[in-house]
Structures are given as C-alpha cells and as structure tokens.
T-cell receptor, first 109, second 114 residues
Framework: RKEVEQDPGPFNVPEGATVAFNCTYS??????FFWYRQDCRKEPKLLMS???SGNEDGRFTAQLNRASQYISLLIRDSKLSDSATYLC??????????FGKGTRLHILP | GAVVSQHPSRVICKSGTSVKIECRSL??????MFWYRQFPKQSLMLMAT?????????EQGVEKDKFLINHASLTLSTLTVTSAHPEDSSFYIC??????????FGEGSRLTVL
C-alpha cells in the first residue's frame, strides 16, 4: 500500500455541485494532515489543515478518520475558480512529509 | 503568514552548465527544508530533505552528486543542478517548515536546459 494515495481524477463537476474526494494514508502514526491546492504551473498553497474534530472554512470541509486512515475534502457550491489539483499531505514525523499525487478537479460551466 | 522566497523564478542554461537555486525563509527559522521537482502534468516529487548543518537526505533515485543541496543556515538552502542536461528541465520547488507539519512553499524555479 502506498504511503499516501489519492484518486488522480480528473473529477469533472458542473458549477454549483458538491464534490468530495478522499486521501488514504498507511502509517497509523501520522501526526498531522493538510490539503493543499495547486494551480497549473504554480506552487502548492495551503487550503486547510485537517483536525481530528473536522473543520470547515466557508464552502470547504475537511475531515479526518483515524480508524480508517483517511482524510476527506468536501467542496460545496463549486465555483469555476475551484478548478485545480488538490494535494493531500501527511506529516508522518517531524521531518517526514508525504504528498499524495493529487486529485485534478475541473469545474464545468 | 510565513514567507519562503525562491530565486531565480526562471532560468535558461546551456547543457553542461550548473545552475544554483536559492530558497530562503524570510520571517522564520526553518528547521527543515524540502526540495521537489515537478514535470508537466505530474505531481510533486520529493527530491531531498535538508536540515541545517547536516547532509541532505535524498529520495531513492535522486543522484546526490548531480543535485547538490547545501543548507548553511536556518533560513537558506540551495540546490545546485550540476552539469545540467535537457532532461533536467523541470519546475523545482522548495518548501520549509518550522515544525508542526505545515509547509511554506517557495514560488518555484522553472529550469530550461537547452
């Protein structure tokens, strides 16, 4: 099993729809979790941290399921500007950070 | 928020030359810096992990003699691509962490080797 796995997509979703994707991780000792967004030819930018209790930021909701070892990202009322690649990042140890390969999202007008 | 600056943002060089890319954390001391490479339409690939004052830890398949990493201070790490060839053309990105897992990324450096 890969250390961090994501469905590469692409997810083609009509504007206004809700979309969700998961990221699974293999190391149960993983400490912290993040979702990053990367636009084409740009560096990744932090979208949100993922807390055990789950967290919400506007249209975005992130959740962590330690028992099943996955994190999720839900985007409600999707906008054209949400089109990007979403990277799951897992901090296994203080100096070991693993990236998922990213999930490509295309919001269709 | 924390800022990481990467320089140069674009570089074009001739085959066989060496190119140095700098990564600076501007407003915090970075315990660890990471270097990545990203080819078009592919995901980020970690090349090496760099801790100040110690040798970098390279990922499998990354040639340490070709990609020299120097982390001389808590705010500066450099990546030197030695004897660059066209297949080294890529987007190189650094990131830094001050602990806690959150990463702060540089803007990336696009290398084109002719």
């Amino acid at each position: 099993r890969k250390e961090v796995e994501q469905d590469p997509g692409p997810f083609n979703v009509p504007e206004g729809a809700t979309v969700a994707f998961n990221c699974t991780y293999s190391n149960s000792a993983s400490q912290s979790f993040f979702w990053y967004r990367q636009d084409c030819r740009k560096e990744p930018k932090l979208l949100m941290s993922v807390y055990s209790s789950g967290n919400e930021d506007g249209r975005f909701t992130a959740q962590l399921n330690r028992a099943s070892q996955y994190i999720s990202l839900l985007i409600r009322d999707s906008k054209l500007s949400d089109s990007a690649t979403y990277l799951c990042v897992v901090n296994v140890a203080w100096d070991k950070i693993i990236f998922g390969k990213g999930t490509r999202l295309h919001i269709l007008p | 928020g924390a800022v990481v600056s990467q320089h140069p943002s674009r570089v074009i060089c001739k085959s066989g030359t060496s190119v140095k890319i700098e990564c600076r954390s501007l407003d915090f001391q970075a315990t660890t810096m990471f270097w990545y490479r990203q080819f078009p339409k592919q995901s980020l690939m970690l090349m090496a992990t760099s801790n100040e004052g110690s040798k970098a830890t390279y990922e499998q398949g990354v040639e340490k003699d070709k990609f020299l990493i120097n982390h001389a201070s808590l705010t500066l790490s450099t990546l030197t691509v030695t004897s660059a060839h066209p297949e080294d053309s890529s987007f190189y990105i650094c990131s830094a962490t001050r602990g806690g897992g959150e990463l702060f990324f540089g803007e990336g450096s696009r290398l084109t080797v002719l």
